[in-house]
């Protein structure tokens, strides 16, 4: 096993989770007036996703890498589409659901590839499968959410 190329991998979910955190931001407090329901949830993702942040940073210093901190350009790329996006949508809560429901398929997606691709260790597979099943669970109560909205 290649401790750079796990390093790598860990660093490419780290900007994912960075772009989650981020798109969060941008979507807070935009629903909660008609969506009430969701707030809890929400607030347990943004919450998860500090932790999920933590755990990657702790293992790619504990693999003897460093961390990179930063977001992706894609979802620097994603966020501006939504700010555009949002200012010619009618229903914005629902446009809202839509770009939280494409972000966590899109962090699903990133972290099953970070799996496929034979590059992380044991140790580093337990934890972004440990984090892809929490992705998972998020997903569904958003997707859930979306298609009753």
Known sequence: MNNDKTISVLNDLLNIT???IAGFAK???KVWDNYSEL???YDDM???SWDMKQD???LITAKGGDPDNTTSVSGAFHRAWIDVKNTFTKDKDESTLENV???EKAAIDAYDNALESGDLCPESTTLVLDQLHHLK????KFE???SIS
């Not at 669970?137 to 569904?140: I, L």
Request: proline content about 4%.
């Open 56 to 58: 990657l940073i702790d």
């Open 144 to 146: 859930t959410l979306e």
């Open 27 to 29: 979507v807070a407090d």
């Open 18 to 20: 960075n772009d989650r």
């Open 39 to 41: 707030r809890p949830a």
């Open 137 to 140: 669970a998020s997903y569904a």
């Open 46 to 48: 943004v919450a998860e």
């Open 101 to 103: 429901v494409f972000g």
